[in-house]
C-alpha cells in the first residue's frame, strides 16, 4: 500500500504541476499584453489627438470603446502581487463563477516568498476544488466561495471558507471526511502534506452550513 500511495502521490503531483504550468503561461501572457498596451499608449493618444483636431467626435467614442474592449480582455480578475498566485486564483474563480459561484476573493502576497510557488499553488488549487465541488451542492442562490489571503508579520495567512448543502461536515480523526465519496480526498491529503513538511498550520472548522480551511504557511 506505501508504494501504491507514492505512485498515486506523484501522479497527482505532475498532473497539478502541469495544471499550474499552463495557468501560469496564461496569466504571463496577459501580462505580455498589457505591457505592449502601455507600450503603445502614446500612439493611441496621438491617434485621438487627430480626430479631436478634425472634430470628429464619433471617432473619437468608437476608439475608446475599443481601447476599452482591448483592456477588458486582458485585465486579470484579482491581482496579488505574485504572478503564479494569480495565475491559479484567475483560473479557479473564473471555473467556479462558470458554474454559477460567487467568489468573492482579496488576497495580498509579497513578489518574493521563501515558500515554493508550486507548493503554494498546490494547496490553492485545492482548497479551490474541493470548494467548488462543495459548492454545487446547493442551489445557485446559495454557492458562495469567500477567499482571503495576507501576510501576518512573516506567515502567510489562507482562509477559504464556502458553504455546504450537508450541515456539518462528519470527522474521523483530525479530518473531515471528503464530500466526493470513497476513493477522493487526494488533494486533502496533499494540503496537510505540504503544510506538514514547511512546518506551517492548518485548521478545519464546519459549523452552520459553512466549511472554513484556515492556513498558516512561513514566506518570508
Not at 69 to 77: F, G, S
Not at 93 to 122: F, T
Not at 169 to 193: M, N
Amino acid at each position: 500500500m506505501g508504494l501504491l500511495s507514492k505512485k498515486i502521490d506523484k501522479q497527482i503531483a505532475a498532473y497539478q504541476r502541469e495544471l499550474i504550468e499552463t495557468h501560469y503561461a496564461e496569466v504571463d501572457n496577459m501580462y505580455r499584453q498589457i505591457r505592449g498596451w502601455r507600450h503603445d499608449y502614446r500612439n493611441h493618444i496621438q491617434v485621438m489627438k487627430a480626430y479631436a483636431a478634425q472634430g470628429d467626435w464619433d471617432a473619437i467614442c468608437r476608439y475608446l470603446d475599443k481601447l476599452d474592449t482591448d483592456l477588458n480582455t486582458v485585465d486579470t480578475v484579482i491581482k496579488t502581487g505574485n504572478p503564479m498566485t494569480d495565475a491559479i486564483l484567475n483560473s479557479k474563480i473564473s471555473l467556479a463563477r462558470s458554474k454559477g459561484i460567487e467568489v468573492h476573493a482579496d488576497a495580498h502576497i509579497p513578489v518574493k516568498l521563501r515558500l515554493s510557488e508550486l507548493d503554494l499553488c498546490c494547496i490553492i488549487g485545492n482548497l479551490f476544488d474541493n470548494a467548488i465541488d462543495a459548492s454545487m451542492g446547493l442551489p445557485p442562490e446559495g454557492r458562495l466561495i469567500r477567499v482571503y489571503m495576507d501576510m501576518k508579520n512573516t506567515q502567510l495567512y489562507i482562509s477559504f471558507t464556502n458553504f455546504t448543502s450537508g450541515g456539518k461536515l462528519q470527522k474521523v480523526g483530525k479530518r473531515f471526511l471528503s464530500t466526493k465519496g470513497e476513493g477522493h480526498g487526494f488533494g486533502l491529503v496533499r494540503i496537510d502534506a505540504i503544510v506538514e513538511r514547511l512546518d506551517g498550520y492548518i485548521s478545519r472548522n464546519s459549523e452552520d452550513g459553512a466549511f472554513t480551511t484556515e492556513i498558516l504557511l512561513p514566506a518570508l
